[in-house]
């Protein structure tokens, strides 16, 4: 690549990044002052898990057996999470040691008491409303922790305008559009300001998938493997990129015989990368146990998956909950608004692929089996999972959006008059679009489920 095409190439980059960035941050902020503490996926634990890095400068462990409720600190705070790899952990954790350090606020995080009618609500805990429209229950080493998780949620819509240009080169509006489009995604906006390990999985999952998508740089093996290995040590369910990079590497060594020195000179310095992180993860007892908990939890077939009744379940739920299902995953819009969410998106998609098809680009094919194997990997980690226990959740999917995004916006575009294509009004239109939906969830979902208001 000459250094024209670099300047060209980042120039569009910026081009497109500008309003995706600019929705990010408005609408993540909304969702951040909407949703009280604890009242997301399995946040209590994660939290818990991040107060023994900060309290007892150590990894996360599940020790002693969790009893009592396991949310509150003083009762366990090892937590039930804590079974987890331990990268965000650590990250976060030296954060939030760091800013309530500096700030001299306390590190310890108590959490309200629990709703007991938490079963009928969906709210975990008993909030106090003041009337508000703003969070007042989080230190500032916990806001500093959601700010963190909100930031590795940025990375991934960067990774998406990227993925754009690389499948559409020299479509920067296309890359603005399916930025603006994951930026303005309801679930995954929810799910990016939640404390979890998933943000970060699915950040660095996000830049490998763009990574990978630099078809015949055989050195950029050595990054994968590098790439991979974080997002492995960030859970354990990133395992399929693992896969993803294997069978990337042989397609390549069958289609460039004259790389193939070159490839086996990376390929064996990513085993080597590989080979450090077994390794680590053999030789820390902590990591070690930890690794195989979260594998044992899906390694078991479940009783139910002989019955159609649970898949037609688990397709119900992954589709809700790859729209709107906040909370504990059970603080949900109608479950017709998501099929037509879905609709929408698999329509666009669709002719976002025949659109790009017909373009005829340069690498076209191994474009094609690269995110073929891509996807494939992602799904089949997602059966696993649910043919183990009943995890029928969007946020085990959230590496496909980049893809899933990228061919909306193509779609969106090939069929838009020609009259209308101005970058600007599109992006902006969409930006718009996608403001007004958001706060018509947070109106319509949010606010009446944590008795809050504007």
């Known amino acids: 690549m000459s250094t024209r095409d670099v300047t ?21 902020t909304l969702y951040f002052f909407a949703i009280p503490l604890g009242e997301s996926p399995d946040e209590p634990g994660h939290v818990q898990c991040i107060q023994q890095v900060v309290l007892y400068n150590r990894l996360p462990i599940v020790e002693p057996k969790p009893q009592g409720d396991w949310w509150r600190p003083g009762v366990t705070l090892s937590g039930r999470m804590c079974y987890h790899m331990p990268l965000y952990y650590v990250t976060v954790g030296l954060l939030h040691k760091s800013i309530s350090y500096v700030t001299g606020t306390s ?21 106090e409303t003041s009337g508000l429209f703003v969070q007042r229950e989080e230190s500032a080493g916990l806001i500093a922790v959601r700010i963190a998780s909100a930031t590795m949620g940025l990375v991934t819509v960067l990774a998406t305008v990227a993925v754009s240009l ?11 559009v399916a930025g603006v489009w994951i ?23 996000a830049v490998t998938l763009f990574v990978l998508l630099q078809i015949g740089r055989p050195q950029r ?17 990133m395992s399929f990129v693992f896969l993803s990079i294997v069978l990337v590497w042989l397609l390549e060594f069958q289609q460039f015989p004259k790389c193939r020195l070159r490839l086996l000179k990376a390929g ?19 990591i070690h146990t930890n690794f195989w908990s979260s594998v044992r939890a899906f390694s078991s077939p479940n009783e139910r998956i ?73 799904l089949v980690a997602y059966l696993n999972i649910n043919l183990a226990v009943l995890q029928p959740q969007f946020r085990f999917l959230q590496t496909l959006l980049p893809i899933i995004c990228v061919f909306v916006a193509g779609g969106l575009l090939s069929i838009l008059p020609h009259r209308l294509y101005y970058p600007v009004f599109i992006v902006g239109v969409l930006a718009v679009a996608a403001v007004i939906i958001n ?9 009446p489920r944590y008795a809050l208001s504007l």
């Open 8 to 28: 060209v190439s980042q120039r569009s980059f910026l081009f497109a990044a500008i309003a995706p960035i600019a929705l990010y941050a408005t609408l993540v």
């Open 107 to 127: 590190p310890t995080v108590d959490f309200p008491p629990l709703n007991e009618a938490f079963g009928e609500t969906g709210v975990m805990f008993q909030h």
């Open 166 to 176: 690389r499948i559409f080169p020299d479509k920067p509006v296309i890359a603005a």
């Open 183 to 205: 930026a303005g995604w309801p679930q995954f906006l929810f799910l990016s300001r939640a404390i979890s390990n998933d943000v970060l999985a699915t950040a660095f999952a």
């Open 221 to 237: 093996f050595v990054a994968l493997a590098i790439l991979s290995a974080l997002a492995l040590l960030s859970k354990v369910t």
């Open 268 to 286: 064996t310095i990513a085993l080597l990368v590989w080979g450090s992180l077994a390794a680590l993860i053999h030789l820390s007892p902590t």
């Open 306 to 378: 002989f019955q159609a009744e649970y898949w037609s379940e688990v397709l119900r739920l992954t589709l809700s909950s790859g729209w709107v299902r906040f909370g504990w995953m059970n603080v949900a819009a109608p479950d017709y608004t998501a099929y037509i969410w879905w609709a929408v998106v698999l329509g666009l998609s669709t002719l976002g692929i025949h659109h790009w098809w017909k373009l005829r680009l340069q690498d076209r094919t191994l474009t094609t089996a690269t995110l073929l194997i891509w996807s494939a990997a992602n």
């Open 439 to 447: 706060l018509g969830i947070i109106w319509a979902v949010v606010l």
